[in-house]
């Protein structure tokens, strides 16, 4: 299975280059054509992040900041042992800067938002561990009914690198904050480029984006309208020490930890919170029963036959496997001819008591866009969610 899908520029970073890929934004279509050159070769590292070796069971790449490698266990496998100071400790040395700058993101600059074409893989899925499965029959798209409102979905934007890229995300609850949640849970790589890398700037939520349809079939429209519940700017941020250490452009092991939460603020502040403006907040369903679930895919897919300024779903039913590291929780895998742009959108599976929660989001998928896969949410996850829910 060849997976290779990045939404939002993310390949083309990892390569040191953002591409003008064709991409229809409010304002319709834009730039021209490109191939992301493969991420450059990586060596390992000591926790200086010089010379050569590796931290027990880490192999490090070179050049990482000092900040990154502070404080991170021997093995990946001791990371699920962290406790809230142990990430505390760790996301301090990995400071997120993201100010509030009013106004600065405007229909055209939404629309100028492009994706990266993809990058070849770096690794073959470790089939003969017998944790990856046949991929599943495809399975098509079909538009979210309208309006948009009261329900959790919506894109995220930013800038790097002098671009600017695009993501879906999805609006989560908060353990320590019920009825009044500021997260949005979304892809690592919609939020950081991985190794070698920095944040990118300019995070900004947009619950319900195109609600009413007005930039539709190329049409332009007002902040107002492709913003109808507001911008809201990322404050916090938190992906897993594997993103940030070993992620890059293209599908490997370092995919199976892909994800990121973002707290975030009105910059017209109202005095409400995201989930009291949106009207809701899935909770997230970690270690999931795979093999009872059946996942259902959102996100706002950009390459054609899709524009981007629609919100699409894949019915995927029960998800396979698909695993790059067998040490790692494989990853889920479905059925879905969405394509770039749908990165970091939530994927959604019921509960037993009845209740819809967000099971894993969109990571990569097919060259061809025949599936999907999403990282598989256990404890890396849930001590993620735990560590920005409680950060003041």
Not at 151 to 172: E, H, M, W, Y
Request: proline share 10%.
């Amino acid at each position: 299975m060849p997976v290779i899908h990045r939404s939002a520029v993310a390949a083309a970073l990892a390569a040191g280059t953002l591409l003008a890929v064709t991409a229809c934004g409010p304002d319709g279509p834009s730039g021209g054509g490109g191939t992301a050159a493969p991420p450059p070769a990586t060596g390992s590292a000591t926790a200086t992040g010089g010379g050569s070796g590796a931290i027990g069971g880490i192999t490090l790449p070179t050049g990482l900041p000092t900040g990154l490698l502070e404080g991170l266990p021997k093995s990946w496998d001791d990371l699920t042992k962290w406790t809230f100071d142990d990430w505390d400790k760790w996301a301090s040395k990995n400071v997120f800067n993201n100010p509030i700058v009013k106004d600065f993101w405007n229909p055209d600059k939404m629309g100028d938002s492009k994706p990266a074409d993809p990058a070849p893989p770096t690794a073959k899925p470790a089939g003969d561990a017998g944790v990856t499965d046949p991929e599943p029959p495809v399975v098509k798209a079909v538009p979210v009914p309208r309006p948009y409102t009261k329900q959790p979905s919506g894109k995220i934007f930013f800038s790097a690198d002098g671009g600017r890229g695009n993501c879906s995300a999805t609006v989560i609850a908060d353990p320590a904050h019920p009825g009044k949640s500021n997260l949005v849970w979304t892809a690592g790589h919609c939020v950081h480029p991985g190794k070698g890398g920095n944040y990118f700037k300019d995070l900004v939520f947009v619950p319900a984006y195109n609600n009413s349809g007005a930039s539709s079939g190329g049409k332009k429209a007002p902040l107002a309208e492709l913003a109808p519940l507001g911008t809201w700017w990322a404050k916090d941020v938190v992906t897993s020490p594997q993103w940030l250490v070993e992620g890059g452009g293209t599908g490997d092991a370092a995919s199976q930890y892909d994800f990121a939460i973002m707290r975030v603020s009105n910059q017209n502040d109202t005095g409400k919170s995201l989930e009291e403006t949106v009207g809701s907040a899935v909770p997230v369903w970690f270690d999931a029963p795979r093999d009872k679930v059946a996942v259902s895919a959102v996100g706002y897919p950009l390459f054609k036959p899709f524009d981007g300024q629609e919100l699409y779903k894949c019915e995927g039913g029960k998800p396979t496997r698909l695993s790059f590291d067998p040490k790692r929780p494989s990853m889920l895998t479905i059925g879905c001819n969405m394509t770039q742009g749908s990165s970091g959108g939530g994927w959604f599976a019921p509960m037993p008591d009845g209740r819809t929660a967000l099971v894993s989001n969109t990571s990569i998928g097919t060259q061809d866009h025949t599936s999907l896969s999403g990282p598989y949410l256990e404890t890396v996850a849930k001590q993620a969610l735990d560590w920005i829910s409680r950060k003041k």
